[in-house]
């Protein structure tokens, strides 16, 4: 082999030889292109996850926020809407009472007998008849206010129902017939001592419309005697659930003990009274006035 071919033949492996160490360069270059590759692939697929993960968080934390929001919103404006709710309730309510205290005549539970006068001119708006079948005497007419005139009949038939005799004697006095009453008196039983257990004209219950005199068989027609008779004894245990109290206990300062003389005062004031073993008379004006807008409940 001559020299030349010698020297073709070793540039040949040279050349063979180059390209392979640059193929096996390249090949590794290649292998670790493709690790880095995979490596950020898989990087990214963290990163992604990651992300992914930490946005659904934050959706779910502003979702229930939001509801949270929503939640307190909707409970204040139904606090608000429950707030006008009772304030319109509450102005009903007194609009309710002013009507029912407008229509109360404020003389119904004022204090007679010696204390405040009624005028001459002073009569109930509108009086009724009481059935004959509850009055002592059927010739007699007696008449009531209407709105008290349910709870006498209501007293007398329970009384019945229990036993006891109870009539009504005398109801509704207007001034005039009071005064012609008071004088029958005075010439009958002297001044002095007709003021002992009779009204002057305008200082009577009666003429409030809600007052009646009580009467029951066995005392021949007398009103004197009647707390010996069951009939009171039934009237002290039971009257107050009918609203009426006894104006006239012993030893009152006005007038003689009058075991017949009931006022009708509405059951709340009667009951309370009762309860408290004291008399109307001995209540300050101003608490019983808080009981007018009761009156006839
Ligand atoms: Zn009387």
Sequence with gaps: ??????LTIAGFIFIIALVGIASWYGYLRLTTL????????TKLDIQIASTTASLQNNLAEAT?????????????????????RNQVGSITGVVTDLQKLSKTDPELLAKYSKVFFLSDTYAPARLVEIPSAYAYSETKQLQIIPEVLPYVLRMIEQAKA??????????????????SLKGQYSV?????????????????????????????????????GFDATP???WMVANAYHYGFVLSYPKDNGYYIFEPWHW???????????????????????RAIDTYLISLFD
Excluded: C, W
């Design 162 to 179: 229990g036993g006891v005799a109870l009539y009504v004697d005398s109801a509704y006095r207007s001034f005039a017939s009071q005064k």
């Design 64 to 84: 229930s926020s939001l509801g949270n929001a929503f939640q307190q919103e909707n409970l204040n404006v139904q606090a608000q809407l429950g707030g006008v």
């Design 263 to 285: 006022r009708f005062v509405g059951v709340k004031l009667a009951t309370d009274l009762h309860t408290a073993g004291t008399y109307f008379y001995t209540m300050d004006q």
């Design 1 to 6: 082999m001559s020299l030349p071919q010698q």
């Design 231 to 233: 009939a009171y004894a």
């Design 34 to 41: 493709s690790e880095q590759i995979t490596q950020l692939d």
């Design 188 to 224: 009958v039983y002297g001044t002095g001592t007709a003021n002992q257990f009779s009204a002057d004209q305008g200082y009577s219950e009666h003429q409030l419309g809600t007052t009646a005199d009580f009467i029951t068989t066995g005392t021949g027609g007398a009103l004197a």
